[in-house]
């Protein structure tokens, strides 16, 4: 129960302020202000053809807390670059209430110190693969480097281009762990983002893409990647780390991105998968995950 006067809102419902404070108003007056000024100084460097430095400060705008109104002039603004030089942005309809960038994206800069929003999309590319092989370091508050898959899809990155990312992580995170013993302090990060790498890569949804997840499940098969009878009773720290489970996951929760005619070519080495894992591995999950899989695709 709340007393007469108290103020109440949804959690999940914006509040709107209807009467600031003089303070209130004079801090947002200055905001417009100051966005007014950087819109005027963008088009200008755009104008002389500096199209790196217009990259910067746009970065620079789209930072502030900025009005729908705001929002749609930058936008106009930067359709005036190039594109091949124009920053990438996100979409309007995946703006936060205040305006800013999607928050995976607020996060990845956060901890490698940068502004993805003032990248072109072949600077964006450039560092996205970088940071998910491990080749550049976080340096601010962690965030899940995997983000960078889904701000991929988000900036509308090329399907080609996509796969090519979360390709070069999962290259670079077998090459990194596999056959070797699982050591979780040292692992974990190359682990993790080999196993989301994976359900990216199941979720891209393009012919290539789907050939390339079956070809890591047969080499996953092939390579011993899966738990052998007996692995209970060994010592777990000495084991190389199952690749098989997640791979199978990823085809399982993305099947419907998967194209048919791919599932149809696959669905006998599938069958053949269940009986090779029932005779020759200890995979119950792997089992129940594969005969969900193979009887979604067998009900079509």
């Known amino acids: ?78 359709a005036t670059i ?3 030089e124009r920053p990438v942005q996100t979409p309007k309809d995946e703006y936060n209430r205040e305006g800013r960038p999607d928050s995976y994206i607020e996060s990845i800069d956060d901890a490698y110190g940068t502004r993805i929003e003032s990248m072109s999309r072949a600077e964006f590319v450039g560092f996205a693969k970088k940071a998910v092989t491990g080749e550049i370091k976080q340096v601010g508050r962690h965030a899940d480097t995997s983000y960078l898959f889904g701000i991929a899809g988000t900036l509308n990155i090329d399907p080609k281009t996509q796969e090519e990312l979360v390709t070069a992580c999962i290259e670079s995170g077998l090459g990194k762990i596999r056959g070797k013993p699982y050591n979780h302090e040292t692992d974990f990060h190359d682990k993790y ?9 199941a979720g891209i949804g393009t012919e290539s893409s789907a050939n390339k997840l079956f070809g890591y499940i047969r080499s996953f098969v092939d390579g011993g990647d899966y738990r052998k009878p007996g692995w209970r009773e060994q010592d777990r720290k000495k084991m190389p780390e199952d690749f098989l489970f997640p791979a199978v996951e990823a085809l399982s929760s993305h099947l419907s991105a998967i194209p048919e005619k791919v599932k149809e070519r696959e669905l006998p080495y599938l069958k053949k998968l269940k009986g090779f894992l029932m005779e020759h591995a200890d995979e119950p999950i792997t089992l129940n995950v594969l005969n969900r899989t193979l009887g979604a695709m067998q009900r079509k």
């Open 193 to 201: 983002n080999t196993e989301q790498a994976l359900k990216y890569l």
């Open 82 to 84: 190039p594109e091949k």
């Open 1 to 78: 129960m709340t007393k007469k006067g108290d103020l109440e809102a949804w959690s999940h419902d914006p509040c709107y302020l209807d009467k600031p404070s003089e303070a209130r108003q004079t801090a947002y007056d200055q905001l417009r202000n100051t966005a007014s000024a950087l819109f005027t100084k963008v088009s200008e460097t755009i104008n002389s053809g500096d199209y790196a430095t217009s990259r910067k400060q746009i970065g620079e705008v789209r930072s502030l807390e900025l009005t729908s109104t705001e929002l749609d002039k930058l936008r106009e603004i930067t």
